[in-house]
């Protein structure tokens, strides 16, 4: 199966508003072999509302093109992705494994949120570097 990586960005110092909602965190999951990147606002990062979210983000991914037969989902130690969340993940036949960022040599584990708010910004006509609003 696919493998998946799973992490939240933490928005909480400058939270984002969406249709008139407040959100402090965003939900993202990354295909492993495509990079493909799929992502949902949070408003917070209780178990109990990460759990409906990452839901609608697993359907929605297994609707995708060849991502029919998800296998693998990695994440951080973070109390997120426990209780109910973890419930959701194996109810979707899904294996969850965890690992501690730190102790990854030579990899850091701000780069890939580094990397997601880049392309955020980017599709939102914004520079990935430093978030000015692009020209032409």
């Given amino acids: 199966g696919f493998r998946l990586q799973m992490d939240l960005i ?6 984002a ?5 407040s959100y402090s965190y ?11 990147v799929w992502a949902l606002p949070l408003k917070t990062k209780a178990p ?3 759990a409906p979210v990452m839901y609608r983000l697993i359907r929605t991914i297994k609707k995708a093109p060849g991502m029919e037969k998800l296998g693998i989902v990695t994440t951080d130690k973070d109390n997120a992705f426990t209780g109910a969340s973890a419930n959701v993940l194996e109810n ?11 102790a990854i040599d030579g990899a850091s584990p701000s780069a890939g949120r580094r990397r997601v708010r880049r392309s955020a910004a980017l599709s939102r006509g914004r520079c990935g ?3 000015r609003r692009r020209r032409g």
Avoid at 10 to 15: A, F, L, P, V
Avoid at 26 to 36: E, F, H, K, N, Y
């Fill in 17 to 21: 508003t969406w249709n008139g909602v």
């Fill in 48 to 50: 109990q509302h990460v």
């Fill in 129 to 131: 570097g430093c978030g």
């Fill in 10 to 15: 933490d928005y909480s110092r400058r939270k």
């Fill in 26 to 36: 965003v939900l993202v999951i990354i295909d492993v072999a495509s990079r493909r």
């Fill in 92 to 102: 979707e036949g899904l294996t969850h494994r965890t690992h501690d960022p730190a």
